[in-house]
């Protein structure tokens, strides 16, 4: 399913945008944000003062009427950056709607009824603690949970992954969503939602924005832009009183021009399409936040835990090497074990037949006359009965052993012993009595993860692996792996004290999981990333959910939150700095004639007063739009030191706020003066 977010194009945005803009011109929605809702009263004020001159003939009156057209712009501008944002969260809440659809649905009496007891029943009317039966061909209703059966589920209109998933009673995969589709089998399953409060209601919300609550770092700087805009507001209200005893008059407009291009609009009209967009990021990786808290949080994370199995690992144990006896070619070896393996259907087996192939370098088939011994947990043996009489076996050590009544030579032992000591585990394989060889089997870390524990450590994260094993697999799979810590033979009370100890030391913690005895760990965690396959009690204690159910993800949700925090200081950076520049384009202009000698400080040596004021409110208007790509593409975070990206924030967007205006106010008055628009 092609991502809704990639297929938006802005241009396709634009025009709804540009709609909901107007909408938001109304008081109740500009009041949420108090820097561009004193921009509009003011805005407005001045268009009264404007069309009054106008039309008493006061001479300036169309060089007024312009400001107030540009601080309406400002308005517009940061309405227009605001629902751009939302709208793109919108793309994918119209994708997500559409797989919500009333149905018939088959409900049972208990888990264990008969299915021809079934009554038919509408969707939208289940409860939670009912048991509907879904079979091929239909849509899961609403949240819930698999109690009986097994069965494939196609969740592509949720994760945009075509291929099936399994989904089965007990254990760690039985939560199925709402609006996914039973691609085989049967299940039945109990209801766990509300009508109306699913995971697939809650995604469609989350992702409009329509319930975005602010965070509290949005919510600290809210205020702060509120102090600033206040304490503005009482310098502006004192200047005529400084200038009446220079003999000065200030007009009003010029007052207001004033008093919003010292305010921040700049960050004070992007801060809620930041958090918005960086919202929609997690959003295009397939992870839905429950709050935006947690987004955050996840940006300044300490400690990173994550399980070994199908995190770290692939989970399965696969064949690593294989290891001639003495006097036996490493091609008679991997021969033998081939054939052995060719009717041992598990992962193990399967992996020995590829490592087999991959030295061979071709497949071998079943001989002829030869009858396959499969692989059973009693015997913990596979291989082959030839017709000639002799056997192929392989199996566990003490298996072949007691098999052929023979031990290993000395220095096959030897290598026995290490496979054993590394956390791995050995095979023997044998021909009838003779012993061939080893087969190496561990548990595989996945490419690529020692470079990204890497980065993580580059950004200042500690990695700890969680892991079952005893400790001496866990220390060697720490080591492959590159992690800085393990907790081995972890139980859900040591995960959750591991948390608590990390937290005490004034560390935020993130975590993923999907079992139940995650749950109580997830909800400890600062940033608790539960997978979509997992159980309904993952997924109810994590603040964010994994539709891919890809443990790994973890570290992206690290990256966007830190891009998110990035963005944010950097935008404000640059728009305090912003400010600073339109103090020597305006404050100049208006004084120059009561106190000549402060014609030095109009360093931009712009064509008049009215002019200059008129630029730098232009300016203000027309940078804020320009940022608005930024805005929602973010800053992007390249692991550095805390010093490291202060100095490039301050670099950056400190000193290029410093400059920018310079440039673009005194282009802007070169333009009024060539249009005579002041």
Excluded at 166 to 190: N, P, Q
Excluded at 287 to 295: E, L, Q, T
Excluded at 533 to 551: F, R, V, W
Aim: glycine share 8%; with cysteine.
């Amino acid at each position: 399913m092609a991502h809704p977010m990639k297929s938006a194009q802005l241009r396709d945005l634009a025009p709804e945008a540009m709609r909901q803009s107007l909408i938001k011109f109304a008081p109740r929605s500009l009041a949420r944000n108090p820097v561009i809702f004193t921009t509009a009263v003011v805005a407005l004020m001045t268009t009264a003062l404007s069309l009054r001159d106008l039309a008493t003939g006061v001479a300036g009156g169309w060089t007024s009427l312009h400001i107030s057209l540009w601080l309406w712009l400002c308005v517009l501008f940061a309405n227009f950056a605001e629902a751009l944002a939302e709208g793109r969260g919108k793309a994918r809440a119209d994708t997500l709607r559409a797989t919500k659809t009333t149905t018939l649905v088959r409900v049972l009496e208990g888990p264990t009824a008969a299915f021809d007891t079934a009554a038919w029943a509408e969707s939208d009317e289940l409860r939670p603690g009912q048991f509907v039966l879904v079979e091929a061909g239909d849509i899961i209703p609403t949240d819930g949970e698999a109690v009986r059966g097994v069965a494939s589920v196609n969740e592509s209109a949720i994760t945009g992954e075509s291929a099936p998933v399994i989904r089965e009673a007990g254990g760690d995969r039985s939560s199925v969503t709402g609006g996914t589709t039973v691609a085989s089998d049967w299940l039945v399953v109990r209801i766990t939602a509300e009508p109306g409060k699913s995971f697939l209601d809650r995604m469609i919300a989350l992702v409009e924005g329509a319930e975005r609550q602010k965070t509290p770092n949005e919510i600290a700087l809210n205020i702060l832009l509120a102090g600033l805009t206040l304490i503005f507001l009482f310098v502006v209200v004192t200047l005529p009183a400084f200038a009446s005893f220079a003999g000065l008059r200030i007009p009003v407009i010029v007052l207001g021009a004033l008093f919003v291009t010292l305010i921040p609009t700049t960050i004070g009209g992007l801060l809620s399409a930041i958090g918005i967009a960086g919202m929609d990021r997690l959003v295009k990786s397939n992870v839905i936040a429950k709050s935006g808290r947690a987004v955050e949080a996840a940006g300044d994370v300490d400690t990173l835990l994550l399980d070994k199995t199908g995190t770290i690992t692939f989970g399965n144990r696969m064949a690593d090497a294989l290891i001639p006896a003495p006097g036996v070619s490493i091609a008679t070896l991997a021969e033998a074990a081939c054939l052995a393996s060719l009717a041992d259907e598990t992962p193990e087996g399967k992996s020995i037949v590829e490592k087999a192939r991959t030295i061979l370098g071709h497949d071998l088939a079943l001989p002829e006359g030869a009858s396959a011994v499969a692989f059973t947990a009693q015997t913990r043996l596979s291989g082959l009965d030839l017709a000639d009489g002799s056997s192929l076996r392989k199996g566990a050590s003490d298996a072949v052993m007691r098999l052929t009544g023979q031990a290993p030579p000395p220095a096959l032992a030897q290598e026995v012993e290490a496979i054993a000591r590394s956390g791995g585990t050995p095979l023997l394989v044998a021909r009838g009595a003779q012993i061939l060889g080893a087969v190496h089997l561990k548990d595989v870390v996945k490419p690529g993860v020692r470079e990204r524990f890497g980065e993580l450590r580059a950004m200042g994260i500690r990695t700890v692996m969680i892991t079952g094993d005893n400790p001496l697999t866990a220390a060697a799979i720490a080591a492959e792996a590159g992690v800085d810590d393990y907790l081995a033979e972890a139980t859900p009370e040591m995960k959750l004290d591991l948390i608590r100890r990390e937290q005490a030391g004034g560390r935020l913690v993130a975590m993923c999981g999907d079992g139940s005895n995650d749950a109580p760990a997830l909800a400890q965690a600062d940033v608790g990333v539960a997978m979509n396959a997992g159980t309904p009690a993952a997924k109810e204690a994590a603040n964010l959910i994994d539709l891919d159910s890809d443990p790994t993800k973890l570290i992206e949700v690290v990256m966007v939150g830190k891009e998110l925090l990035i963005s944010r200081g950097a935008l404000t950076t640059f728009s305090i700095a912003n400010d600073v520049a339109k103090y020597f384009a305006i404050l100049p202009a208006i004084f120059v004639a009561a106190y000549p000698g402060l014609g030095v400080l109009n360093v931009m040596h712009l064509a008049s007063p009215s002019s200059a004021i008129l630029s730098a409110v232009i300016f203000n208007a027309l940078i804020l739009i320009a940022l608005v790509p930024l805005a929602l593409r973010g800053v992007k975070y390249r692991p550095a030191s805390a010093a490291a990206l202060l100095r490039r924030n301050l670099l950056i967007y400190g000193l290029g706020g410093l400059i920018v205006p310079f440039l673009g106010i005194k282009a802007i008055d070169m333009a009024i003066v060539a249009l005579h628009l002041a």
